[in-house]
């Protein structure tokens, strides 16, 4: 399967041969066109509730961290006004309802999207992508897992709440 600005995870491939250092996956009983229509939608400007739904986990207004999109129209850059870091790659990729963050020089997210026979499976997947310092990677990775899952569930809860259906961490 080749993604999102040329960055594959298909067995055989650079990414496919890396290990995650992470996964966190949950099931949302929903159908899987239904729960990618509500994490697929991504337009230039404030991220919220209907504009990049994955970057505002837990439902807040302007989104969870003030993120700005630009870009588009399925490649953008998310920032936070003052942020003088350059922000993150976000990308969505409809066709397979894959969403790809990279940012923090070290740091890949691949997001799934998938058909389950409960409804729909999200996936969750961390990459140490560091190329410079990478001594410093494990350090700095410490508590992420744990922060993505916290992460993950709070967008289920969300979705789920949308949708009026179950969501939950497997």
Do not use: H
């Amino acid at each position: 399967m080749q993604t999102l600005d040329g960055c594959s995870y298909q067995k055989g491939t650079a990414m496919a041969d890396k290990k995650p250092f992470f996964t966190v996956s949950g099931i949302v009983e929903a159908p899987q066109p239904q729960v990618a229509g509500l994490l697929m939608r991504a337009q230039p400007g404030p991220v919220g509730p209907d504009n990049a739904l994955y970057l505002n986990p837990k439902g807040k207004g302007k989104g969870g961290k003030g993120w700005v999109l630009k870009g588009g129209p399925t490649s953008f850059r998310a920032t936070i006004p003052g942020d003088m870091g350059g922000g993150m790659k976000y990308e969505i990729d409809p066709r397979t309802s894959t969403i790809l963050t990279e940012g923090m020089w070290w740091f890949r997210g691949i997001f799934r999207i998938e058909p389950d026979p409960r409804g729909t499976r999200v996936v969750q997947e961390g990459y140490d992508i560091a190329t410079k310092a990478k001594f410093l990677v494990p350090f700095i990775k410490r508590g992420f897992p744990k922060e993505q899952r916290k992460m993950v569930a709070g967008l289920l809860d969300q979705i789920g709440s949308r949708l009026g259906v179950k969501a939950y961490l497997d």
